[in-house]
C-alpha cells in the first residue's frame, strides 16, 4: 500500500488502495462518512446499498453504503468493521430519494437511513436470516396443462396455483392449506423444486374472495384520468361514502396487472384489519406487505424485505412505508391525505404525503391523493395547475348525503353536555333498531380537577398542561409527557375533599349515556380502550354485525370505518377549532366535522348529523355546515393568501428546546441573526420570533420557534442548509434544536 507523506495528506489527496466507502452513519450530522474497506474485501465485493458494521467513537454503528470513492480529504481512515449484506437493500432509486428527502428536510442523512430501515435491519441483522424456500414448477411441471393431476386434488390445486401466479413461498403454501406432503408428492414426480429466495410477506388471515362492483360513471371517469404510464399527480376531491377506495383499487388492479407493485399509504388509525381484508378479499393472488406498528420486529422485517427484494406486489403502510425501496413501482396511493399522521413531527421531520409526489416522479409513475377533505396544500396545489383536480361527488351504490343541523349549547340545560333534544334522537335511534355515534374531542374522565376551596387545579410538573382524570384507571395523567399520579380525593393543598372534575371526557361520557340508555350496548372507541389494532376490530364487531348500539369516542371513530346502519351522528362540541392560536386549527376542525359527519348514512337508510355548539352563528361554522368542506376550505385559503401563510408561501420552524429557557430562546436569538446577515428580511422573506411554543413547556423542557416564510422555497432550502451547518457547531448539549420545514404544528 502507498505511503502518504505528511504534505499529501494535508492536501488532501490521500488515494491509499484507491477503494474508500461512503457511507451513511446514523448520527445527527448532515454529511457522510468514509472508511476503508473491511479487511479481505475488494472494490468487486461492494455495491452501493449494502449494509456494513462501523466503529464510531467508542459505539459499533450500522451504516449504509452511499458510493464507493477513489479519493478522501481525510488524512487517517477506519476500515469498516464488517460487511452485513452483499446483495444491496437500497436499490439506487431509493439512495436518491433518500438524499433528496434529507437534502429537503435538513435531515442527518444517517438518520434518514435508519429512518428506512425497519428496526432488525437497523440493528444489524442480515437479510438472509428471512430467507425462504420457494416452490417452483420444472419445465415438465410448467408443460403440464390445468387439467393434469385430476385424480390428487391437493395435488391438482397446487399445480394449477404454480401455473397460475407462478413460485410460492412454504409460507403462503401453508396458510392456503397445501402442507409439504402434498409439495413432496409433485416434486416426486419431477413437476417441481424448491429454491431458495427472498423471503414472503407475511400471510394475512384469510378472507373470502369478493368480486368487484360495478363502477359508476364518476369513478370511470376518474379512474381514465388517471393515465397507466408515466409521472402524473392527481388530487381526488371525493365526499365521504364516494367510491374513492373503490378508485384506489382498480387503479392498484391495473399496476398489478402489468407486472408492477402498488404503495398504498394509509393514516397511522387507517392501517385496521378491516381495511387489509377489504384490500385481501379483492386480490387474493397477489402478495400483500403490510407495514404497521403493529407487528413484531422480526416481521415487519420480512415484510419490508419483500417489498424491497420485489416479492410483494402491494405494499400497504403508514408513513414511514414511504421510504420502502420497491424495484416494481407502478402507482402510488394516499387515502386520507389530509391526515396530520403522514407528518413525521419529531426526529426526520418528513411528510409522507408531499414525498410521494417525489417519489412518483422519480419513478415516473402516477401518484394519486384522496381525501373528502383534502388539506389546503394538495388543494393549492391543485387549483393551481401542479396536480389533476378530479371529483367525485356523489356518494356510491345507493347512500345519500345526510342531513346537516346546529344545536345551540347556550341558555339550554344541558346533561353531562348533551342538549335534550339531542338525547332524544340518540333514544330515537335506538329504539328503531339503528345506530348512533357521538363524537367526543377528549380521552378520559375530565379534563380539569380543580379544588372548589382554594382553587388547586391539577397541573403537570413537567409540562404547561393540565392532568386529565382517567377514572377507569385511578389516575390523573398528562396527555402530553405520560407523567401519571394516583388519583386524589382530597386537595394536595388544602385538604378539602370539595374537588370537582371540571368538563367531559368519554369516560364521564360512557357512564351517563350508559345510565342513559341502559336497554343499549355503549361502546367506547378511544385510545384507552383499544390498545392494539385487533382491540378496535373487536370492539366494532356488534356495529358491523347491525345490532342497534350507540358508539361513542374520539377522532379514532372519525375515519375508515364503513357502518351502514349508523344513522345519527353527534357532535359534542365544535367549537374547539373556531379560537386557537394555530392558523391551521380551523382547517383541521373543518376536516374532522366532516369526516365524522360523513359516517353517517353510509348504507341504505338516511342519515342525520347533529352539530352542538355555543357559536351557532360564527361565519366559518356556518359555512362548513351549510356549503360543505369544499367551500369552507376555498374561503380558508382566501384567508391564508391575504395573511401570506401556507400553502401560499412557503413556511419552515427552526426549533430549539432546553430545561433553561434562556438558552433556547438566546440561540435562536443567534440563529435569526445569522440567517438575516445572510438573507435580509424583505416581502420575499419574512422571520417572526423567536416565540413560545403553543405548550410553551414539555416533559422539563422550554420549547420556542422561529418561523421562516418565503415566497419562493429554494430560498428557504439555501440559507436553511447553511444554517444548519452552522448551528451543528452549537456546543450546548443540553439544548435541543431542529429545523422543521412545512411545519404543520406549531405546539
Ligand atoms: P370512500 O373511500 O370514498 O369513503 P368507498 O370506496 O369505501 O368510499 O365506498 C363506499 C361504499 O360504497 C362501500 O361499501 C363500497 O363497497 C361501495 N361502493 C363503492 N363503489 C361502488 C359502486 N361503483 N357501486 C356500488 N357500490 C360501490
Ligand atoms: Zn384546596
Ligand atoms: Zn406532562
Not at 538 to 545: G, M, Q, S, T
Request: aromatic share 6%.
Amino acid at each position: 500500500m502507498a505511503v502518504l507523506s505528511a504534505q499529501e495528506a494535508q492536501q488532501g489527496s490521500v488515494t491509499g488502495a484507491g477503494v474508500i466507502l461512503r457511507l451513511a452513519v446514523p448520527v445527527p450530522l448532515r454529511r457522510l462518512f468514509d472508511y476503508l474497506p473491511p479487511a479481505g474485501l475488494s472494490a468487486d465485493d461492494l455495491c452501493p446499498g449494502q449494509r456494513f458494521h462501523v466503529p464510531f467513537g467508542k459505539r459499533d454503528l450500522v451504516a449504509v453504503l452511499v458510493e464507493v470513492v477513489a479519493e478522501s480529504p481525510l488524512a487517517e481512515l477506519k476500515p469498516a468493521s464488517e460487511r452485513i449484506d452483499r446483495q444491496p437493500v437500497f436499490d439506487a432509486r431509493s439512495r436518491h430519494f433518500l438524499q433528496w428527502a434529507a437534502d429537503y428536510y435538513q435531515a442527518p442523512i444517517g438518520e434518514l437511513y435508519a429512518a428506512a430501515l425497519p428496526v432488525a435491519l437497523r440493528k444489524g441483522k442480515p437479510a438472509d436470516h428471512w430467507a425462504e424456500q420457494w416452490l417452483e414448477l420444472t419445465t415438465e411441471g410448467k408443460g403440464l396443462p390445468e387439467t393434469a393431476l385430476a385424480r390428487a386434488k391437493k395435488q391438482q390445486e397446487l399445480l394449477q396455483l404454480l401455473l397460475g401466479s407462478g413460485r410460492q413461498s412454504r409460507t403462503a403454501l401453508n396458510a392456503r392449506g397445501l402442507t409439504s406432503s402434498v409439495c413432496k408428492a409433485l416434486i416426486e414426480r419431477g413437476l417441481a423444486r424448491w429454491v431458495s429466495g427472498p423471503t414472503a410477506p407475511p400471510p394475512l388471515e384469510p378472507v373470502e374472495p369478493r368480486p368487484a362492483p360495478e363502477l359508476n360513471d364518476e369513478q370511470r371517469l376518474v379512474i381514465e384520468s388517471v393515465a397507466a404510464t408515466g409521472f402524473s399527480a392527481s388530487l381526488l376531491e371525493g365526499t365521504t361514502g364516494s367510491g374513492k377506495t373503490e378508485v384506489y383499487l382498480r387503479l392498484m388492479e391495473r399496476a398489478l396487472r402489468a407486472g408492477h407493485q402498488a404503495l398504498l399509504l394509509v393514516p397511522e388509525i387507517g392501517l385496521t384489519p378491516q381495511t387489509l381484508r377489504r384490500i385481501a378479499a379483492r386480490f387474493p393472488d397477489f402478495r400483500i406487505a403490510a407495514l404497521h406498528s403493529g407487528l413484531a420486529d422480526g416481521e415487519r422485517a420480512r415484510a419490508w424485505l419483500s417489498a424491497a427484494s420485489g416479492v410483494a406486489d402491494i405494499v400497504i403502510g403508514t408513513r414511514s412505508a414511504i421510504f420502502t425501496p420497491l424495484p416494481r413501482l407502478g402507482v402510488i396511493l394516499i387515502d386520507e391525505e389530509h391526515d396530520g399522521s403522514f407528518k413525521q413531527q419529531d426526529g426526520v421531520r418528513y411528510s409522507a404525503r408531499d414525498l410521494s409526489v417525489v417519489l412518483a416522479k422519480n419513478a415516473g409513475v402516477p401518484v394519486l391523493l384522496g381525501s373528502a377533505t383534502p388539506s389546503l396544500e394538495s388543494l393549492h396545489n391543485a387549483l393551481s395547475g401542479r396536480y389533476q383536480h378530479l371529483r367525485l361527488r356523489h356518494r356510491a351504490g345507493n347512500a345519500r348525503p345526510p342531513e346537516i343541523s346546529v344545536v345551540p349549547t347556550f341558555h339550554q340545560q344541558l346533561q353531562e353536555g348533551f342538549a335534550p333534544q339531542v338525547l332524544r334522537h340518540i333514544g330515537d335511534t335506538l329504539r328503531r333498531g339503528e345506530q348512533a355515534l357521538v363524537f367526543i374531542n377528549r380521552r378520559g374522565y375530565s379534563p380539569a380537577l380543580t379544588c372548589d376551596d382554594c382553587g388547586w387545579l391539577a397541573d403537570c410538573p413537567h409540562c404547561s398542561a393540565k392532568l386529565t382524570l382517567h377514572r377507569r384507571q385511578r389516575h390523573l395523567r398528562c396527555h402530553h409527557c405520560d407523567y401519571r399520579m394516583r388519583e386524589v380525593h382530597s386537595c394536595p393543598q388544602c385538604h378539602s375533599r370539595n374537588l370537582n372534575a371540571l368538563g367531559a371526557g368519554t369516560e364521564r361520557s360512557e357512564d351517563f349515556l350508559t345510565h342513559s340508555f341502559s336497554d343499549f350496548n355503549v361502546i367506547r372507541v378511544d385510545r384507552d380502550t383499544t390498545t392494539s389494532k385487533q382491540a378496535l376490530d373487536k370492539l366494532l364487531e356488534p356495529a358491523r354485525n347491525g345490532e342497534p348500539c350507540l358508539l361513542l369516542g374520539t377522532q379514532m371513530l372519525a375515519k375508515g370505518h364503513h357502518l351502514p346502519k349508523v344513522t345519527l351522528v353527534v357532535i359534542q362540541d365544535a367549537d374547539g377549532g373556531l379560537f386557537s392560536a394555530d392558523f391551521r386549527a380551523p382547517e383541521r376542525m373543518g376536516q374532522l366535522l366532516e369526516q365524522v359527519a360523513g359516517r353517517a348514512g353510509r348504507g341504505d337508510l338516511p342519515g342525520k348529523v347533529l352539530v352542538q355548539s355555543r357559536y351557532p352563528e360564527h361565519p366559518l361554522l356556518q359555512l362548513l355546515l351549510n356549503k360543505g368542506y369544499g367551500a369552507f376550505a376555498r374561503q380558508l385559503m382566501e384567508e391564508r393568501k391575504i395573511a401570506q401563510l401556507p400553502p401560499v408561501r412557503a413556511m419552515a420552524l427552526v426549533r430549539a428546546e432546553c430545561e433553561e429557557p434562556r438558552w433556547a430562546e438566546e440561540f435562536l436569538v443567534n440563529a435569526r441573526e445569522y440567517l438575516q446577515a445572510m438573507a435580509p428580511p424583505s416581502p420575499e422573506l419574512q422571520y417572526l420570533g423567536p416565540v413560545p411554543a403553543l405548550l410553551e413547556r414539555k416533559s422539563g423542557r422550554f420549547r420556542f420557534y422561529l418561523q421562516i416564510t418565503a415566497e419562493k422555497r429554494g430560498l428557504l432550502q439555501r440559507i436553511l442548509a447553511q444554517f444548519c451547518q452552522w448551528a451543528e457547531g452549537n456546543r450546548n448539549r443540553r439544548l435541543r434544536w431542529a429545523v422543521d420545514m412545512d411545519a404543520q404544528e406549531l405546539s
